[in-house]
Nanobody, 116 residues
Framework: QVQLTESGGGLVQTGGSLRLSCAAS????????MGWYRRAPGKQRELVAI??????NYGDSVKGRFTLSRDNAKNIVFLQMNSLKPEDTAMYFC???????????WGRGTQVTVSS
């Protein structure tokens, strides 16, 4: 069982920045897929950013503002969020899989609130 530790959420004003971190408890094996999803109240969960192998994909609403990076020596990812908007307010969840089709592991979430 892999546990994910998320950090970095908080309250920020419109236009501000936050950096989220997600670290997996597993260090023996590399987890190929790591990234972030979010869920706002009353809305469905949506992709924020995810890295798989050498490819990073972003949700349309965050392209150009958010950057996902990975510590290649560890199962840790960072999400740099710039130019934050009130519509970015949501609970952000980290997800990892060793490979596509393998079991998914999710963090408990970290709240991001952007005030207008």
């Amino acid at each position: 069982q892999v546990q994910l530790t998320e950090s970095g959420g908080g309250l920020v004003q419109t236009g501000g920045s936050l950096r989220l971190s997600c670290a997996a408890s597993e260090s023996t094996f590399r987890y190929d897929i790591m990234g972030w999803y979010r869920r706002a109240p009353g809305k469905q969960r949506e992709l924020v950013a995810i890295i798989s192998g050498g490819t990073t994909n972003y949700g349309d609403s965050v392209k150009g503002r958010f950057t996902l990076s990975r510590d290649n020596a560890k199962n840790i990812v960072f999400l740099q969020m710039n130019s934050l908007k009130p519509e970015d307010t949501a609970m952000y969840f980290c997800k990892t899989q060793r490979y596509r089709g393998w079991p998914e592991y999710w963090g408990r979430g970290t709240q991001v609130t952007v005030s207008s």
